[in-house]
């Protein structure tokens, strides 16, 4: 894991986060880019290692939520990162409806090919919280554990992780999740 370069990338964001010169959604950005540039390093070395998925999907269930955490810890008081989705594998990544509202807007761009790969970010403030999204397109690699045609070993270790799963059924280029950053006025 790149812990290390989370912790130097945290270090020089929050001085960046403290200047004027560094806006509240470029710090979102930052933040989605430690935790989800660590998910999909870690993600693409096991596919690598293991191109089943097996190991992918192994790792997903068994250390996705402690590198959010640790990526979390390393965020100022005043940040944090997580993953959501409309269609959930883990209970705790539930969205609310800000969450929603966001996603159904990203859905219905990309469903009229209105969706803008290279600007793709949204910004939503309400009171003293801003949350900076960024969405998660289905990649060919991620149908292995979220398409239409799963594995059986696959699909029976994701039953034992998650038997209320509704990650399934996707299609290359369809909208998996977000991953939000939430940052606090400070």
Do not use: W
């Not at 292995?144 to 992780?161: D, L, R, V, Y």
Request: hydrophobic content about 40%; glycine content about 6%; overall charge positive.
């Amino acid at each position: 894991m790149k812990i290390k370069t989370i912790a130097l990338s945290v270090s020089l964001l929050t001085m960046g986060a403290f200047g004027d010169e560094m806006s509240v959604k470029k710090e979102g950005i930052e933040y989605i880019q430690m935790l989800g540039g660590t998910l999909k390093s870690e993600l693409q070395t096991k596919m690598k290692e293991d191109p089943s998925g097996v190991s992918a999907a192994a790792f997903c269930a068994g250390s996705a939520e402690n590198i959010t955490k640790e990526v979390n810890e390393k965020l100022p008081k005043y940040a944090s990162v997580r993953r959501t989705a409309l269609k959930t594998r883990n209970a705790a990544n539930a969205p609310d409806a800000a969450d929603i509202g966001v996603m159904e807007s990203f859905q219905s761009e990309i469903a009229s090919k209105a969706f803008n790969p290279e600007s793709p970010i949204k910004v939503v403030t309400k009171g003293e919280t801003t949350r900076v999204y960024k969405p998660l397109l289905m990649e060919a690699a991620c149908l292995k554990c979220h398409g239409e045609s799963i594995s059986p070993e696959i699909n029976t270790m994701i039953q034992k992780q998650y038997p209320n799963d509704k990650a399934i059924g996707f299609k290359e280029g369809e909208l998996r999740g977000v991953i939000v950053a939430e940052i606090q006025k400070h």
